[in-house]
């Protein structure tokens, strides 16, 4: 079974402030993605990568940025936080050669 | 750019009714499409299809693709209160670096009252 974990499911920041938001995978899959999901907007792709180091912006990439030093690990990096971020954040991870991404249980980060 | 919309937005229904949800969408190369559902937390795989199978069928639920109308149909007959949930269309990007990058529509709220 594919297994993808995120660091918080809550989390509670203050405008300005600098947040990581952490998603690990538990096998070799190079595509990693980052979504925010907000009401009526659906998901909404941030960032993706598709190898260690490698990463493209997706649909709504500004005021974010993302890491990737191992395989396993992607990072999405909130460099001065604002209400307008406060949404769901939901990791996902493409297997192999099937269009089919599967999700972590997402983050739900709320901006002060 | 890619575009998927997904209709109606929202829908309630009691239970045991049939319900069908709408997905139409506008892709430069298409190779799939695929619906998930998603409940409380995180959206869970249900349903791809491709120009070699364009329907599929698990239970209660089916789904339905057609090429000509750009548009595909997901099906639920005799929902239940645990169908309740958020169905989300999506379909992937197929080409250069971005290949396999999913659009996704705003999704339909559906809401089963016993």
């Known amino acids: 079974d594919v297994k993808v974990t995120q660091s918080s499911r809550y989390l509670v920041k203050r405008t300005g402030e600098k947040v990581f938001l952490e998603c690990v995978q538990d096998?070799?899959?190079?595509?990693m993605f980052w979504y925010r999901q907000d009401p009526g907007l659906g998901l909404r792709l941030i960032y993706f990568s598709y190898d260690v180091k490698m990463k493209e912006k997706g649909d709504i990439p500004e005021g974010y940025s993302v890491s990737r030093e191992k395989k396993e690990r992607f990072s999405l990096i909130l460099e001065s936080a604002s209400t307008n971020q406060t949404s769901m954040y939901l990791c996902?991870?493409?297997?192999?050669?099937?269009?089919?991404?599967?999700f972590g249980p997402g983050t739900r980060l709320t901006v002060l | 750019e890619d575009k998927v919309v997904q209709s109606p937005l929202s829908l309630v229904v009691h239970e045991g009714d049939t319900v069908t949800l709408n997905c139409s969408y506008e892709v430069t190369n298409f190779r799939s499409l695929l619906w998930y559902k998603q409940e409380k937390k995180a959206p869970t795989f249900l349903f791809m299809l491709?120009?070699?199978?364009i329907e599929k069928k698990s239970g209660r639920l089916s789904s339905i693709l057609d090429k000509k109308e750009l548009s595909s149909i997901l099906n639920i007959t005799a929902t239940q209160t645990g169908d309740s949930a958020i169905y989300l269309c999506?379909?992937?990007?197929?080409?250069?670096?971005?290949?396999?990058?999913?659009?996704f529509g705003q999704g339909t709220i559906l809401t089963v009252h016993p």
């Open positions: 491709t120009s070699s199978g």
């Open positions: 999506a379909v992937p990007y197929a080409g250069g670096t971005s290949y396999g990058k999913l659009t």
């Open positions: 996902a991870i493409r297997t192999g050669g099937s269009d089919t991404q599967y």
């Open positions: 096998m070799d899959h190079e595509n």
